[in-house]
T-cell receptor
């Protein structure tokens, strides 16, 4: 079955330290991978995506993600966390189905808490 | 640039009352449109998607329906709300030739 897993319900990090939010996936074919961020009572904001090319993808607000095909992972990273990065982060993968239909499958989300 | 508008932002409705949530997209033509529901502040469930006017596909059977009367307008409706319909509803769009889905700001629905 095609799926996305975010193994950590919450990640705690001190301001100024590097952060990693983990994501693994299972899809048939080449994966299209995405990260979104959601602040309280707001919609999801697109951060970055991997479609093809360089395995290290840079996105908004200083975030980056590394695609690892052998480990089927797409972890979100930032070298130095800010308190304002505290939010809910979603990993998503585009899954393809018969008849040419495809849709985004979202992980359950990881809550990032950055402490001063 | 493209923008998406979703309203109302907050809605409190009694059980058995009708529902209408609206979403419009500006700055693009013939987008794919989506309705998602987010329960308990976490997981996202795709409810409906549309690839064109009058073309609606439902992901899960439920008490809700969707319509696309115009190219950039997507409406989520119910004739009689249930308590279980409460949640955060998100409209989203994607350019027909693009890969990225973009979300609106969401609508909080509380059924009482």
């Amino acid at each position: 079955a095609q799926s996305v897993a975010q193994p950590e319900d919450q990640v705690n990090v001190a301001e100024g330290n590097p952060l990693t939010v983990k994501c693994t996936y299972s899809v048939s074919g080449n994966p299209y991978l995405f990260w979104y961020v959601q602040y309280p009572n707001r919609g999801l904001q697109f951060l970055l995506k991997y479609i093809t090319g360089d395995n290290l993808v840079k996105g908004s607000y200083g975030f980056e993600a590394e695609f690892n095909k052998s480990q089927t992972s797409f972890h979100l990273k930032k070298p130095s966390a800010l308190v304002s990065d505290s939010a809910l982060y979603f990993c998503a993968v585009r899954a393809s189905f018969s008849g040419g239909y495809n849709k985004l499958i979202f992980g359950a989300g990881t809550r990032l808490a950055v402490h001063p | 640039s493209q923008t998406i508008h979703q309203w109302p932002a907050t809605l409190v409705q009694p059980v058995g009352s009708p529902l209408s949530l609206e979403c419009t997209v500006e700055g693009t033509s013939n987008p794919n449109l989506y309705w998602y529901r987010q329960a308990a502040g976490r997981g996202l469930q795709l409810l409906f998607y549309s690839v064109g006017i009058g073309q609606i596909s439902s992901e899960v059977p439920q008490n809700l329906s969707a319509s696309r009367p115009q190219d950039r307008q997507f409406i989520l409706s119910s004739k009689k709300l249930l308590l279980s319909d409460s949640g955060f509803y998100l409209c989203a769009w994607r350019d027909r030739g693009g890969n990225t889905i973009y979300f609106g700001e969401g609508s909080w629905l509380t059924v009482v």
